[in-house]
């Protein structure tokens, strides 16, 4: 088990908006990776943490060949850009982009006046050239919900060999791993213990775990990025 603590990162930002940026892959960024920040998993390439300003925005900037995964933790953001444009993205709420080969641009904006929280998430295609798309889910409250990956034999998700679910556990919930997986918590805490180890985790850690188990203390919710067993 390694734990990266959100807080420990320098905080950084572009446009209207400051992040911390927990995953940088070697494979995207090459000699830019962060320093002290974990690889990926898998196709799973990049994890930050932002905060938009007040009527903070991204800009409108462009995506070829990685899918982003938007979490909305606290706040809403407006949608702007090629793929449905004007859509809003709520407290809870999951949006994910496919660029593919066709690519996509988009535009982030926070409407309010007070600061929001938003977690970003890229992983890689599995294979080049496929058509631009959008998804957005709203997880269920209590359990875990999948929002990214799998076979390609059904259209609710996008497929991929990685998967990403978004878990709301209870106090005294118990949320299993038994592969490779990282886990980033985004409310709450608890223990995390995998063989001899047992640590106290909060929100803004960032878990790798091959085998263990997240025991929740108060209401936890959780990212939860692993590679298909299938």
Request: hydrophobic content about 35%; overall charge neutral; charged content about 25%.
């Amino acid at each position: 088990m390694k734990i990266l603590t959100r807080d420990s990162l320098p905080l950084g930002g572009f446009a209207g908006l400051k992040e911390h940026r927990l995953v940088t892959d070697s494979r995207v960024f090459g000699p830019h990776k962060r320093p002290n920040t974990f690889e990926g998993l898998d196709n799973f390439v990049y994890l930050a943490d932002a905060r938009f300003k007040s009527r903070g925005e991204t800009g409108m900037h462009p995506h070829h060949e990685i899918d982003v995964i938007s979490v909305m933790i606290n706040g809403r953001i407006q949608h702007e850009g090629s793929l449905e444009d004007g859509r809003g993205l709520e407290k809870g709420g999951v949006q994910v982009q496919r660029a593919g080969g066709q690519g996509f641009t988009h535009n982030e904006v926070n409407p309010d006046t007070r600061k929001n929280r938003m977690i970003q998430l890229w992983v890689l295609p599995t294979a080049p050239g496929q058509a631009a798309g959008y998804k957005y889910y709203i997880p269920a409250e209590s359990g875990v919900t999948r929002i990214y990956g799998g076979n390609k034999n059904q259209t609710i998700i996008f497929d991929s060999s990685t998967i990403i679910e978004i878990a709301n556990l209870s106090a005294d919930q118990q949320l299993s791993i038994n592969s490779e997986s990282l886990v980033y918590l985004t409310k709450g805490s608890g223990r995390f213990i995998e063989e001899e180890q047992k640590e106290t985790v909060t929100d803004g850690d960032l878990i790798r775990s091959y085998s263990g188990k997240l025991i929740a203390d108060t209401d936890i919710s959780a990212i939860v990025v692993r590679k298909s067993n299938q």
